[in-house]
């Protein structure tokens, strides 16, 4: 017989083991995870990684998440696809015997390529057309069309002859070739230079203020300048903000003009401040910084017979990627992608380039500075063409050649301080001849163009989409 007290120590220890067992963690209870909804995708466990063993605490960023911006101007690696550059919405259609174009949701033409032609429409309807035969490049940009071709090589540099054609009119610019990244770029090539003394005159303040006023510019009553409403410097304290006005005030007549060539049945009025024009002080001076780098640049090149020959000829960094010139003022209508979208830059609008190294579509970042109301906004990053980019440097040495003649001309009146050496010598590379066939070809090409663009629309309307 079992003593009655082992009996009861027995079942005591009984139930205390089936208690334990029947709550695992008392005051606790079980979670469970809940079955998914239809059609909402299950939320994924995150990891924690503790520190010490290859990690941080801290849960990975939201997908979304903007990311903190780097400084403005601060070189970064450029991005295979920069989210600044992503397609913007379209569609693409292939083209029967070869080529391709790219439509924009409207069906309008964004782009073509088809038999050695590529065409770009603007967002304006305006149209650049590049092609290239027998060595003969020929474009037609808006008003700015010419031809260009091999002149010679000297000192490891190669050199081509421009011929633009205007109104019944040739004219002649000597550009240097530069191979960069398997890519060649063109830079302007002055004609001629001042003497050094004029370049020190050109480069350092003035002795004190020069008041030169609407006008003394003679721009009062122009209808660019009314539509605009530009504002120069109130007084100049040095050449550089002179020609800096110069240099902004001539790309915004040549906007206008622009306006009224691609539609002139609906020209701009000349109505004050129909779509204003406000520089900031800190990008004007961004722009009166590049005219005085071009000035150092141009002293330095007049003080030498030849440029030095380039150290690698077969990756010689263009004038457009130069570190240390990043603010391009915009020289024609142009089509970029911000934020997957398209936008306009048009003359006159200033953008600064942040990267230093284009993409796999030779395109690099650039940050607007300061735009028109109808363009693409200030402060969007946009993609633009280094092709683009050393244009608009093209563009702004040509245009500042012409202000410097212009300063030239005019030192010693109106209140301007005299000049000395204002006389110029011809530079190393003689002027070319004219192509006397370049009108042709341009007549030439805009035939082409326009029957490649036919053939777009009828195709993309027989695939279900329209054209412009």
Avoid at 6 to 26: E, G
Avoid at 44 to 53: A, D, E, H, R, T
Avoid at 86 to 98: A, H, K, Q
Avoid at 262 to 273: I, K, V
């Amino acid at each position: 017989m079992v003593p009655r007290n082992i009996t009861r120590n027995f079942l005591r220890k009984s139930i205390l083991l089936l208690l334990v067992m029947a709550i695992p963690a008392f005051g606790q209870e079980e979670k469970k995870t809940p079955p998914a909804k239809p059609g909402v995708p299950a939320k994924p466990k995150i990891p924690l990684k503790i520190p010490g063993k290859g990690g941080t605490t801290q849960p990975p960023q939201k997908p979304g998440t903007p990311q903190t911006p780097q400084r403005p101007g601060t070189p970064q690696t450029p991005q295979t696809h920069p989210g600044s550059g992503r397609t913007p919405p379209g569609r693409e259609v292939s083209l029967r015997g070869g080529g391709h174009a790219s439509l924009r949701t409207n069906g309008q033409i964004r782009s073509v390529d088809r038999n050695g032609v590529h065409i770009e429409r603007n967002l304006h309807g305006g149209r650049t057309i590049v092609t290239e035969h027998n060595g003969v490049r020929t474009v037609t940009q808006g008003r700015v069309q010419y031809t260009q071709r091999a002149y010679f090589s000297r000192g490891g540099h190669d050199y081509y002859s421009r011929t633009y054609y205007e109104h019944g009119v040739y004219r002649t610019t000597v550009y240097r070739g530069y191979i960069y990244g398997g890519h060649t770029y063109y830079g302007y090539y002055p004609a001629y230079y001042y003497g050094p003394r004029f370049y020190v005159w050109a480069y350092n303040p003035w002795p004190g203020p020069v008041y030169w006023g609407v006008g003394a510019w003679g721009w009062g009553g122009s209808p660019w300048y009314g539509y605009y409403g530009f504002t120069p410097y109130p007084s100049y304290a040095g050449p550089s903000f002179w020609l800096t006005d110069y240099v902004v005030a001539a790309n915004l007549q040549a906007a206008y003009a622009a306006q009224a060539d691609e539609a002139p049945a609906a020209a701009p009025p000349a109505e004050a401040g129909s779509d204003p024009v406000t520089l900031t002080p800190e990008v004007k001076q961004a722009i009166a910084d590049e005219v005085k780098a071009e000035l150092q640049a141009e002293q330095a090149a007049a003080a030498q017979s030849t440029p030095p020959p380039p150290s690698n000829p077969t990756n010689e960094v263009p004038p457009a990627l130069d570190p240390a010139r990043r603010t391009f003022v915009v020289a024609t209508d142009m089509a970029v992608t911000a934020d997957g979208q398209e936008c306009s830059l048009t003359e006159g609008d200033v953008i600064t380039r942040i990267d230093d190294t284009p993409d796999q579509d030779q395109k690099v970042r650039a940050s607007v500075s300061s735009s028109k109301k109808l363009d693409c906004a200030a402060g969007k990053m946009v993609a633009v063409s280094v092709d683009d980019l050393q244009e608009m440097r093209n563009h702004f040495e040509e245009q500042l050649g012409a202000g410097m003649k212009e300063l030239a001309a005019k030192q010693g009146n109106g209140g301007m301080p005299k000049s000395p050496d204002a006389n110029t010598v011809a530079s190393n590379v003689p002027p070319p001849p004219p192509d006397t066939g370049t009108a042709k070809a341009l007549q030439d090409q805009q035939a082409v163009a326009d029957q490649t663009e036919s053939q777009v629309r009828q195709e993309s309307a027989g695939s279900g989409g329209g054209g412009q």
